[in-house]
């Protein structure tokens, strides 16, 4: 089964504890949902994030990442089948959250995110480079910015297929911007980056997904059902 993009779903909201968006998955296809969270702690308490739920199902902790552009967060798992709710819960009220969900079907569902990769900075390019291990698979990448200033999409390399963005007034002139690519996979190493027209602090998070096997040899080299020496 081939790994393809699904649909995609965003969110935001201000001071908030939780933060709910839709997003409608195809159910079945061996499918896999990640969520994408940049967001600003302004409560002064020290906020996390709890839980974040498609549907009726949790989803996992991936990564996350705290730099000056705020905290990047991202979490994973099989998309609910029941309703099209998304939801991220912090334990405290002052999130200031820009979200990003992403479904893909085809996903190999025993080990479905391989290497995941971080990079930030200050300035009009934004990069970061990461390893493939199978054409068969698919890159997913997210960028987090913010700025004071005049606001702005990001432009993805002309490699990588632009899936979402979605941007947060804060205050004043302060922005905030989550933005998605995807790219083909390849088993070398290649470089996921965007492009704005003004100066902005960002961050970003490359991830190689996972397609289902079709062989054998893929199991293994995935670590997955290798097969026995004989006896």
Request: glycine share 10%; hydrophobic share 35%.
């Amino acid at each position: 089964m081939a790994l393809n993009v699904d649909t995609t779903g965003q969110g935001s909201g201000s001071n908030v504890d939780v933060l709910y968006w839709t997003h409608t998955a195809t159910p079945g296809v061996a499918g896999y949902i990640i969520f994408a969270v940049s967001w600003q702690d302004l409560s002064l308490d020290g906020i996390t994030i709890t839980e974040m739920d498609h549907g009726e199902n949790a989803l996992s902790f991936i990564c996350e990442y705290s730099t000056s552009a705020g905290y990047l967060s991202i979490w994973g798992g099989t998309p609910g089948s029941s309703f099209n709710q998304a939801s991220v819960n912090w334990d405290g009220p002052g999130a200031y959250a820009t979200a990003i969900s992403i479904s893909f079907t085809g996903v190999f569902q025993e080990n479905p995110i391989g290497t995941a990769v971080h990079s930030s900075g200050t300035g009009t390019t934004m990069s970061r480079s990461i390893t493939g291990v199978s054409t068969d698979n698919l890159f997913v990448d997210f960028l987090g910015m913010y700025r004071v200033g005049a606001d702005e999409t990001p432009s993805p390399n002309s490699s990588q297929t632009f899936r979402a963005s979605i941007s947060l007034h804060i205050v004043g002139t302060t922005y905030q911007r989550d933005s998605c690519s995807t790219r083909p996979g390849i088993d070398t190493t290649i470089t996921m980056q965007w492009t704005t027209a003004f100066t902005w602090i960002w961050q970003q998070v490359a991830i190689e997904l996972h397609a289902t096997p079709t062989k054998a040899t893929e199991l293994a080299l995935l670590g997955v059902g290798t097969k026995p020496a004989a006896t």
